[in-house]
């Protein structure tokens, strides 16, 4: 059967409307399924760009084999002598720390290294409607009036500049450790380490996909190695035990899982299964896990509880839950995070409708800008994530205020579209009041009048870069197989070449030709079906959150005599008797 001239597998259009490729090479094992398993592993490997060569290490990501010289990074040297002065002198330090997870994670990260060393430091964490994001001026002037002579920024401070002239007229040192964009000239501060500095040198920019409590890692091991320079006779740190944060804030602010970024992952998952810091422990509780958690928990059951603090409730909580020593004060944390985080889901439900509404008037344009009155700044950014998935564009969402102040937004990118760099240049040509970000998300502050202005600019702006990553949205397959194939021991021989993310995908898979036994809406709007194959073998396959897309109705009703093929991420399925393996859907296709 010949293939059709956008696919795979002799197969027409998919219902998703996307063309199919192989990853690597083909990988369509038939009906024989995938006997040479340790060949199998390697040939993932070497689809995701590792050289044949480090296919071991990546395997099995270490420390030893991935971290970065702190050294490397400019200004790390004049970070660590600060903060090992203060540890030394015994200086009061405040750690200001953004409201996301990896803002909460970097700041509870330096605040337990400080404590290891004897020493103690303070947390502040703005509050996200009434300061906004990153330092300002007036707090870090209350800090040195509350005797802060040091103040680490972590997951802020790139873009600060008027706020860190004032705490540097004030006489306070600032650190910066952060890992946004940044401009040409730098604010002043003592140091500023970042890997995404215009000038930082080859090393450091290789690890521009760091997350901000990646970078405070980094900082953490050059005051360690500094403190021993000076003859530090104190207490040793413990900093493998600090990856559990690490992992978290790496997952939560969705950075890249490549090169060290899977070493901090995969190590930290195995610190965090031992249930040493009681605030993390008590999360994952209130998350109602009963094992130890996975790369996916991280993002979609500990990640969102930490972010709703910051998001529709008080700001610190989630600091002062990875940082407390009161099993107690973790728990009734842990289960007010959990509360938040339900609010803050029905809270996006309405956003997310409302925001919906004006897509259909915006099909033209390459970026859609959302903006509506009353909408909560807490939420925005996931409704900008959730719609960017659903329609493949750029999706920058702006809460209007009630007074008709400033608005703010936020925004979400698909690959190849660099939104950040584009809210930075927005920003200097005067479009927008503040704004700066990364790759793939930003914020900005913005007149409402502005908008549309602004909107069209941008539009134009990222047009070709938008079409032409669209062009490249293919559903990238691993491998196929019969649905005999698709086994539970299948499943965990995937899963050992992970933790996956972003710029490390999970293996999809083909499963095929199957047709289908039942199909039916379950839950709110997913779709479950049963698919049996031509090799008499039979397997559960769920579509989230698809019922009223093309793929679901056809999947509804699409009729049971035509055979097609399911493609989609393997699971294991461990409720029955005995564990099984389902597919989670993400797209099919009918045999032409």
């Known amino acids: 059967m010949a293939s059709h001239p956008h696919s795979i597998l002799g197969l027409g259009p998919s219902l998703g409307g996307r063309s199919w490729r192989w990853r690597g090479s083909n990988m369509d094992l038939g009906e024989n399924g995938p006997d040479l398993a340790d060949d199998l592993v390697t040939r993932m490997y070497l689809a995701r760009g ?15 084999a991935f971290l970065p010289d702190p050294s490397a990074f400019r200004d790390m040297e004049a970070a660590a002598d600060r903060l090992a002065q203060a540890v030394l002198t015994r200086e009061t330090v405040t750690i200001y720390g953004d409201y996301d997870v990896d803002g909460a994670t970097s700041a509870a990260l330096l605040i337990r290294l400080l404590r290891m060393l004897g ?111 000076r003859g530090w006779d104190g207490p040793e740190p413990d900093l493998f035990g600090l990856l559990d944060l690490v992992a978290l804030g790496t997952v939560a602010d969705v950075a890249a899982l490549h090169g060290v970024n899977r070493a901090f992952v995969a190590q930290g998952l195995k610190v965090m299964a031992r249930r040493a810091n009681i605030g993390l422990a008590a999360l994952v509780d209130a998350s109602r896990l009963t094992r130890a958690p996975t790369c996916s928990d991280l993002g979609f059951a500990l990640g969102p509880r930490v972010n709703a603090g910051g998001r529709v409730g008080e700001a610190s909580l989630g600091v002062r839950l990875l940082t407390t020593k009161s099993p107690e004060e ?139 990553a669209r062009i490249g949205q293919a559903l990238t397959l691993d491998l196929a197989l019969a649905p005999r194939g698709l086994t539970p021991d299948l499943v965990d021989l995937l899963d050992s070449i992970g933790p996956f993310g972003v710029g490390w995908p999970a293996p999809r898979l083909a499963v095929g030709p199957v047709r289908l036994v039942r ?26 959150r698809a019922a009223d897309s093309p793929l679901g109705q056809a999947l509804l009703h699409g009729g049971r005599e035509r055979r097609l093929w399911l493609a989609g991420r393997a699971r294991r399925d461990d409720w029955g008797a005995r564990p099984a393996a389902e597919l989670h859907i993400e797209d099919a296709a009918f045999l032409d």
């Open 119 to 229: 020493h103690d430091a303070r947390a502040y964490i703005p509050d996200r409607l009434l300061e906004g994001y990153g330092p300002s001026g007036a707090a870090l002037l209350r800090l040195a009036e509350d005797g802060s002579s040091l103040v680490v920024t972590v997951d802020c401070g790139a873009m600060a500049h008027e706020a860190l002239a004032m705490a540097h007229a004030a006489g306070v040192d600032v650190i910066v450790v952060d890992h946004h964009k940044c401009a040409a000239e730098l604010p002043r501060a003592v140091a500023m380490v970042n890997p995404n500095r215009l000038d930082e040198g080859e090393i450091a920019a290789a690890q521009g996909h760091l997350a901000a409590v990646g970078v405070a890692f980094l900082l953490a091991v050059a005051t360690v190695r500094t403190l021993r320079r």
């Open 50 to 64: 590792v050289a044949r060569e480090h296919v071991e290490r990546h395997h099995r990501p270490t420390l030893r």
């Open 519 to 544: 199909a039916e809406p379950v839950g709110r709007d997913h779709v479950r079906v049963i698919a049996s194959g031509l090799d008499g073998a039979s397997f559960k396959a769920i579509a989230f």
């Open 330 to 468: 973790a728990q009734a944390i842990a289960a007010e995070l959990s509360r938040l985080n339900e609010e803050r889901r029905a809270i996006e439900a309405v956003v997310q409708s409302e925001a919906e509404a004006q897509v259909a008037g915006q099909h033209n344009r390459a970026v859609l800008v959302l903006a509506g009155r009353g909408w909560h700044p807490g939420v925005i950014g996931i409704v900008a994530g959730r719609i960017k998935e659903a329609t493949g564009k750029p999706t920058l969402v702006i809460a209007l205020g009630g007074d008709g102040g400033d608005a703010k937004g936020s925004g979400r990118s698909i690959a190849g579209v660099d939104l950040g760099a584009a809210i930075i240049t927005a920003r200097d040509e005067g479009l927008l009041l503040a704004g700066g970000g990364h790759a793939m998300a930003a914020g900005l502050t913005i007149a409402p009048q502005a908008i549309e202005t602004f909107a069209a600019w941008l539009d134009n702006r990222l047009a070709r870069d938008v079409a032409a």
